[in-house]
């Protein structure tokens, strides 16, 4: 019911940047939460951003002072701008949709590589 198309992600060196979008299509409510959730080889899928509608932004310790968060409320969209990019970043990430009334929704996932 709710199509999250997801942009972005890509191959960096370390320190590089890169940015990513996700646009929500379909049956959208007036109020959702958009954002981000990343997953490496092994590990947990873990909370990298999130926004609600009202502005309020959520982020991981981790990506805290280095990646920010927006959204574009009359386009359903939002964007993720990380900068000083580590090793550590290395993930599939995940748009990630919710709202009281669809329940949750995920991308089809990016691959961001930061490497040497």
């Known amino acids: 019911q709710v199509q999250l198309t997801e942009t972005g992600g890509g191959s960096v060196q370390p320190g590089g940047s890169l940015g990513l979008s996700c646009v929500a299509s379909?049956?959208?409510?007036?109020?959702?939460?958009l954002g981000w959730h990343r997953q490496a080889p092994g590990k947990q899928r873990d909370l990298v951003a999130i926004?609600?509608?009202?502005?309020?932004?959520t982020y991981a310790d981790s990506v805290k002072d280095r990646f920010t968060i927006s959204r574009d409320n009359a386009k359903n969209t939002a964007y993720l701008q990380m900068t000083s990019l580590k090793p550590e970043d290395t993930a599939v990430y995940y748009c990630?949709?919710?709202?009281?009334?669809?329940?949750?929704?995920w991308g089809q996932g990016t691959q961001v590589t930061v490497s040497s």
């Open positions: 990630y949709y919710s709202d009281p009334i669809n329940g949750d929704f």
């Open positions: 379909g049956s959208v409510f007036t109020i959702y939460n």
């Open positions: 926004m609600g509608s009202g502005g309020t932004k």
